[in-house]
């Protein structure tokens, strides 16, 4: 063809046919997806075709070149598990490529040309298979680097999953530490206080049962934390559409059996129209962990105990706020009060999991918990919800 565009030469179509059949068929092949099969015909024909060019030329116009270009084409295309393929087809141009340059061959009419033309082919010729080679080295390069890339990437979910899993044990070996001896000490007690009934008939069994009822509630409750944080690492967030004010009041009536919840205020200051979207469970345990630690921890010797929840929305954010009088939280334990088994104090009345199992909900659902607390005025706590 580059003798015909030169005008040095007539073009042969006998000659001609063959790569214009050999182009259709591998375009109808790739059509129809088969590329593996495309890509060794394709080949095979190229070198078969390049033979019969190579040696009925002479060395001097340097087609036999394009061997390289063969070379480097069987090295690019074929996917590493098919290097058995690339290293077939390498050693076939190789072993063309010194029989050509080794030997004469008479299969087609030999072309000679004029110095002149014979080094502007091998100009022509050098330039073609250098645009080529580096094409495959780039192509081969651009491989590399997005692999690698890709293992980067692999790598770093890979260090941030070892980092997950590092945190979970150390929870799971505090967490059970921390169950075993929280679930041990109720019964202990209830032991106790049944010994206490056999040997002291003096006091009143109903003094007594109503203590084994209060280990009894503490375990209860426990347990309870116990299975909301399994549901909360183990279940998908389901978001639905829900009454805010309706969910409030589930909750304080869920509290009112509370010790200390009847001498309380408990007020819900949410209009009956406000609709959030959001997981009914998960927002059910964290307002109820929240309004139980202000029940818990109200500060009784104030004339008007209360918890108020409110809420209020912004153009970025919901915030629903959880507002007591209770004793508050000192500045110092602020950073750690959502820590698991946390207590502040020792004369914390929890189980150390509840405000953990709400940091837990509150990120599973790409929620903010924000608090603000002074020690014995109170403590607010804000549940901020993207809009």
């Known amino acids: 063809m ?6 040095w030469r007539s073009i042969d179509l006998e000659f001609v046919f063959p790569f214009v059949a050999m182009a259709v068929v591998l375009y109808i092949m790739l059509y129809f997806g088969l590329y593996s099969t495309a890509k060794v015909l394709g080949l095979f024909m190229f070198n078969i075709a390049l033979f019969f060019v190579a040696s009925s030329e002479s060395t001097a116009t340097g087609v036999y070149l394009h061997y390289v270009t063969c070379i480097a084409v069987a090295l690019t295309v074929f996917r590493y598990e098919q290097r058995r393929i690339s290293i077939v087809f390498a050693a076939f141009s190789l072993a063309q490529l010194l029989a050509v340059n080794l030997f004469t061959f008479d299969f087609v009419p030999e072309r000679i040309h004029p110095p002149d033309l014979t080094r502007l082919l091998f100009a022509i010729h050098t330039s073609i298979v250098a645009l080529i080679s580096i094409s495959c080295i ?3 390069m651009g491989m590399n680097f997005d692999a690698e890339r890709h293992l980067n990437q692999k790598q770093r979910v890979i260090e941030m999953q070892n980092e997950e899993l590092k945190k979970t044990n150390e929870e ?4 059970v ?3 075993s001896h929280d679930l041990r000490a109720p019964l202990t007690g209830i032991s106790g206080l049944i010994s206490l009934m056999e040997i002291d008939r003096e006091t009143p069994a109903e003094v007594i049962l109503d203590k084994i009822k209060g280990q009894v509630n503490k375990m209860e409750s426990f347990i309870t934390d116990i299975v909301n944080y399994s549901r909360n690492s183990r279940q998908d967030v389901n978001v639905e559409d829900l009454s805010l004010r309706s969910l409030v009041d589930e909750v304080f009536k869920t509290l009112s059996f509370f ?5 309380i205020s408990m007020r819900n200051e949410i209009d009956a129209a406000v609709m959030i979207s959001t997981d009914h469970h998960r927002m059910k345990v964290i307002l109820t962990n929240m309004v139980g630690n202000s029940i818990r921890y109200a500060d009784m010797s104030k004339d008007d105990p209360f918890v108020a929840v409110t809420f209020e929305k912004s153009e970025l954010e919901q915030a629903i706020h959880i507002r007591d009088n209770g004793v508050g939280i000192a500045a110092a334990y602020l950073p750690r009060i959502f820590d698991m088994f946390f207590r502040a104090n020792s004369s914390s009345k929890g189980s150390g999991l509840g405000l953990y199992i709400v940091g837990e909900a509150a990120k599973k659902m790409n929620y903010r918990i924000d608090v603000a607390s002074q020690e014995g005025a109170g403590t607010t706590f804000s549940i901020l919800i993207p809009v």
């Not at 580059?2 to 005008?7: D, E, S």
């Not at 799971?172 to 967490?175: G, M, N, S, V, Y």
């Open 172 to 175: 799971l070996d505090r967490f």
């Open 259 to 263: 010790e200390l919840a009847p001498r």
């Open 2 to 7: 580059l003798y015909f565009l030169f005008g």
């Open 138 to 140: 780039m192509l081969i």
């Open 177 to 179: 530490y921390s169950a």
